[in-house]
């Protein structure tokens, strides 16, 4: 089998571990489901094979993980046998010494004419749509000690099927993250650009170029400013930033056009000699100046159309993506409150980004939930499809289990991102109600003592003997302290202990839950509370999340005007601390004598063995 390198915890540089953990999913799926026992999946990265996912003998492992080069199955590919689109198997019989780097596993051989040979190389090729290699899946290690029949061919073709869909889905979902994260980059140099500092309307657009062709990958920006004499109002340069002078038939279907893309708030694609409905003049100039397509986006604030701007591509350009439209769009907004500062408006201005923040997290928030939810349900796909051709009952409940893990994924997810969307929506306001915070935390404890049992974890629930009401949500409540005190038994090894203590204040509530786990660095607790962020430490990578949990945390905490801050260092454990006050502004205090019936004895300590 072909070896390669998974360099440190993420070798793919995937921005989170959802995709590996997919991939590793269909790692094990293919050595249960075809019956091999070691199977590795490997990406292509920088011309390198990548191991993603590896099923089999822990001894193994250093071996499997060492690097090698993609074109190391090119001399085993020219010569192997085709057992399917993907499937490509040699005999050990008709090959040499094989370049690279190559395990060999030790198996014990059977009497049989299609006895497996520990040189047997059985390798699924994965292709993107052009043919082009993206990664490969090897088994190793036949549970019945021969070479597959025609049944486990077929089903090892459908799996290798299925890993290809994963591979590019995965590659895909990175490609839309770096767009993304290009593209805000962009817009925060932008909105520095337009501070008040910059002395003039041209200093603004002068400064606004080198952002955006680098950005968005373009090969020149224009930016032109309606209804104004200033002569810095027409700035257009090429990717250098050397001068192009328009011609004033092209400056002037600008005016016309801008006006119209700001009502309708949309941006035009303008492809050479192809889009109907402009003058002639415009595709001139673009084949004059070797352009293929054109981004054209309007520049605006409130109901004003204030200007037009056009990023360019040439024809060896890939074209825009929907990502970069919709980022572009909004740009639109951001450059147009640019204008509007040097204009005078500060104070419109700022209220057009406040708007425009709202919507930026609403639309990422849909774009990443898509996208999370596209892997997941490809395994659910692929193990259904197959259910509906098997008849033995002892097969169909393996991939009943195979697709019971990808939709409890699926659901974990699709309920986070729900949560965080509700308390994250200004058109829900909390409507609190007296919420006792001993019965959530009792009924916490219940809910994760099977998990802590598992893992032999002690939790101890130190609470003062006194009613411990806040004014609240009582589900979002119980879920602050569910997503705490879950997340404390996950990254906590065995034989470890939670703490969970709630102490009564002159006006808040206090709640802490403390661990003695892996803890987290200072460098990870920085952004520990964003949405989808994902550790560097390895150790926690291993644990499987959406990066949510703590997101909804302080979304929870901010709408119930408490605080929440973290203690943590590496290999000492962490402990949390939220704060949550007894009145809310313009709220009446909380009866002191307020308790929910399931609540009505008091517990000063409760500990889970």
Not at 181 to 204: G, T, Y
Not at 319 to 326: G, L, Q, T
Not at 470 to 487: A, Y
Not at 492 to 498: E, H, N, S
Request: hydrophobic share 40%; charged share 25%; with cysteine.
């Amino acid at each position: 089998m072909p070896t390669s390198d998974p360099s440190h915890a993420d070798p793919t540089g995937w921005s989170d571990s959802s995709a590996r953990s997919v991939l590793q999913l269909m790692a094990e799926s293919v050595a249960e489901m075809v019956g091999f026992e070691v199977t590795a999946l490997s990406v292509v990265i920088d011309d390198e094979l990548v191991t993603v996912a590896y099923v089999g003998p822990e001894e193994y492992r250093e071996y499997v993980e060492r690097p090698d080069s993609a074109d190391v199955l090119d001399p085993v590919l020219a010569v192997a046998e085709r057992w399917g689109p993907r499937v490509r198997f040699l005999a050990a019989a008709d090959h040499g010494e094989l370049a690279g780097h190559w395990v060999e596993f030790e198996q014990q051989r059977v009497d049989h004419p299609d006895a497996w040979d520990p040189q047997d190389v059985l390798v699924a090729v994965l292709s993107d749509d052009d043919g082009v290699m993206v990664g490969a899946v090897s088994v190793d290690r036949p549970l019945s000690g021969r070479r597959p029949d025609a049944v486990q061919r077929d089903l090892l073709e459908r799996y290798a099927a299925q890993a290809e869909r994963a591979v590019l889905n995965a590659f895909e979902r990175e490609e839309l993250v770096q767009q993304v994260a290009h593209a805000e980059s962009a817009r925060r140099m932008i909105r520095a650009a337009s501070m008040p500092a910059l002395p003039s309307l041209e200093a603004v657009l002068r400064s606004t170029h080198g952002p955006l062709v680098e950005g968005f990958a373009a090969s020149g920006s224009w930016i032109h400013v309606l209804d104004t004499d200033c002569p810095g109002g027409n700035y257009a340069r090429q990717h250098d930033g050397e001068m192009v002078t328009l011609p004033a038939e092209v400056i002037e279907e600008s005016r016309r056009v801008a006006p119209r893309l700001w009502r309708d708030q949309t941006v035009l694609v303008v492809v050479a000699g192809e889009t109907p409905g402009l003058p002639d003049v415009i595709h001139r100039q673009l084949h004059e100046l070797g352009l293929s397509t054109v981004l054209a986006v309007p520049l605006g604030a409130g109901e004003e159309c204030l200007g037009f701007m056009a990023l360019t591509r040439r024809e060896q350009d890939p074209p825009w993506s929907p990502v970069e439209i919709d980022s572009a769009r909004q740009i639109g907004h951001d450059l147009g409150a640019s204008l509007m500062t040097a204009r005078a408006l500060e104070s419109e201005r700022a209220l057009v980004r406040e708007l425009k923040q709202l919507d930026d997290y609403r639309s990422q928030l849909i774009a990443t939930m898509s996208h999370e939810l596209r892997t997941p349900l490809a395994v659910i796909a692929g193990n259904l499809e197959m259910l509906g051709t098997l008849e033995l009952e002892t097969v169909a409940m393996m991939h009943h289990a195979a697709m019971t893990r990808g939709s409890d994924r699926m659901k974990k997810v699709v309920d986070d991102l729900l949560m965080l969307a509700r308390v994250s929506n200004p058109r829900y306001p909390l409507s609190p109600v007296p919420v006792d915070l001993r019965d959530i935390t009792l009924e916490v404890a219940d809910l994760v003592d099977t998990a802590a049992r598992a893992k032999d974890i002690t939790i101890e629930l130190v609470m003062e003997p006194t009613d411990l009401v806040v004014p609240g949500d009582p589900s979002e409540l119980d879920r602050l302290i569910g997503n705490l005190v879950s997340n404390a038994v996950k990254y906590t090894p065995d034989g470890g202990t939670v703490t969970v203590s709630i102490a009564l204040g002159p006006d808040e509530i206090v709640v802490r839950v403390a661990d003695n786990g892996i803890g987290i660095s200072a460098e990870d607790q920085t952004g520990l509370f964003g949405a989808f962020f994902r550790t560097t430490n390895p150790e926690a990578l291993a644990q499987s999340g959406t990066g949510l949990g703590l997101a909804i945390v302080a979304t929870i905490v901010e709408r119930h005007e408490g605080s929440v801050t973290v203690e943590s260092e590496l290999g000492a454990g962490t402990t949390f601390t939220v704060a949550l006050p007894l009145v809310h502004s313009g709220q009446n205090a909380v009866e002191p004598g307020f308790i929910t019936p399931r609540s009505a004895a008091t517990r000063t300590s409760v500990q889970i063995a």
